[in-house]
């Protein structure tokens, strides 16, 4: 018996309850307790978006399930909300990532899945972060695969800064195994204006997340000055705040992105990997 938050209901049938009193209280319920009694559950929900609620919600269900005497098996995370906050940058600064995988051990999750972690820059595999185990899945070669149908048999895969790199490094291994072989696919996005190598070429920007879109627009008229023939751009985490939506479209001939964070142009279902 698995439990299911309401907003993962594109995906899964909710069984949890979850409401919103008028002062802005959380309250969680689990509808038939007696079918977790016992039993190991996995826990999928989203947290985004108002993840500090969701956060919340989050630690009342693992308690309650706890309390019940269900054994959390792991909690599946589409997106982890707090992951940029992965450093102490200033002095005084929370570290906020390991607040919250602290909560979520303290609270029984000890094990999470989620999808292209930002602060986990080597890609997919199995790592451990404030004593949770982290289970990373990639989407980066899903959405490299898919956007590759719009594109000429030539498209450069480039990523905008370092941190995304190994997205469009996976991207290159594709493209030794097809279609152009022995052309670098990674290239930091301020390099490639002015050297001309995307000129007349079909490029696709691919980037872990696009929040408030600056990287992204950065990126798309760098890409477009040095004379790209036609552009895309691919992300796993879209959110496309403020009217970044608008400037992308604007700009791009094709969009992308998964449905970790629903939006319009979710055309790979994270939940597919799971399996
Ligand atoms: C940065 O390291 C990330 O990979 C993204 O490029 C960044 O977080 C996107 O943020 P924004 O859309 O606000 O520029």
């Known amino acids: ?24 209280d959380s309250y969680v319920r689990i509808l038939e307790p007696e079918k977790f009694r016992g039993k ?65 051990k303290e609270s029984g999750i000890k094990k999470i899945t989620t999808f292209d972690c930002h602060f986990i820059k080597s890609g997919a595999g199995e790592y451990e972060r404030a004593g949770v185990k982290i289970r990373n899945i990639s989407l980066s070669r899903k959405l490299v695969e898919k956007a590759k149908k719009e594109f000429s048999k030539n498209l450069i895969t480039i990523s905008p800064d370092e941190g995304a790199g190994y997205m469009a490094e996976k991207a290159m291994k594709k493209v030794r195994g097809g279609y152009a072989e022995g052309r670098e696919a990674y290239r930091k996005i301020e390099k490639v204006e002015g050297v001309r ?14 929040s408030t879109g600056g990287t992204m627009v950065g990126a798309l008229e ?4 040095a004379g790209a023939k036609k552009v895309g751009v691919a992300t796993v985490h879209a959110f496309f705040l403020k009217d970044s939506l608008q400037k992308i479209e604007g700009m791009t001939d094709y969009i992308i992105s998964t449905n970790t964070i629903q939006n319009k142009y979710a055309r790979i279902n994270f939940f597919e990997e799971l399996k």
């Open 1 to 24: 018996m698995d439990a299911v938050l309401p907003n993962f209901s594109d995906v899964l049938p909710p069984n949890i309850e979850v409401k919103t009193f008028p002062d802005g």
């Open 40 to 104: 190991e559950a996995t826990i999928y929900g989203r947290l985004w978006p108002e993840q500090n609620s969701r956060i919340f919600e989050l630690i009342l269900l693992a308690r309650t399930m706890q309390k019940i005497g269900a054994q959390i098996e792991g909690a599946v995370i589409p997106y982890l909300p707090y992951s940029r906050q992965d450093k102490i940058f200033l002095e005084g600064e929370a570290l906020s990532i390991d607040v919250l995988l602290m909560l979520m």
């Open 197 to 210: 190598e995307v000129e007349g070429k079909d490029v696709l920007i691919i980037d872990d997340m696009i």
């Open 222 to 225: 760098n890409v477009k000055k």
